[in-house]
């Protein structure tokens, strides 16, 4: 069973930045789009962004467009999330998710899924 293990949370003041990173040991995470999700207490999961299994096609929800950037490190065997420009909103556990289909913004068709590690904007 894929276990997906994400690393990088942390509490971080307004306007700073923090890197999130998604692994999954003993499996190679280019079999997989991975996508990112937040969700804060008592809100929907969100949608964040995706990155094709190949790398080359990536999406971003527009609340975090321009702030986030997601990538894969192939020698790593990673997926990463660079967030900048943080805002107290963006306060919530964040997940990394693999889908054996293409990418969504759905968490509904994500197979498998990490713990989760928190992330705190707060001066």
């Known amino acids: 069973q894929l276990q997906i293990v994400e690393s990088g949370g942390g509490l971080v003041q307004p306007g700073g930045s923090l890197t999130l990173s998604c692994a999954a040991p003993g499996f190679t995470l280019d079999s997989y789009d991975i996508g990112w999700f937040r969700q804060a207490p008592v809100k929907e999961r969100e949608g964040l962004s995706c990155i094709s299994s190949s790398g080359g096609t990536t999406t971003y929800a527009d609340s975090v467009k321009g702030r986030f950037t997601i990538s894969r490190d192939k020698a790593k065997n990673t997926v990463n999330l660079q967030m900048s420009s943080l805002k107290p909103e963006d306060t919530a556990v964040y997940y990394c998710?693999?889908?054996?289909?293409?990418?969504?913004?759905?968490?509904?068709?994500?197979?498998?899924w990490g713990q989760g590690t928190q992330v705190t904007v707060s001066s």
């Open positions: 998710a693999a889908v054996s289909g293409p990418c969504s913004a759905s968490p509904y068709e994500y197979d498998y």
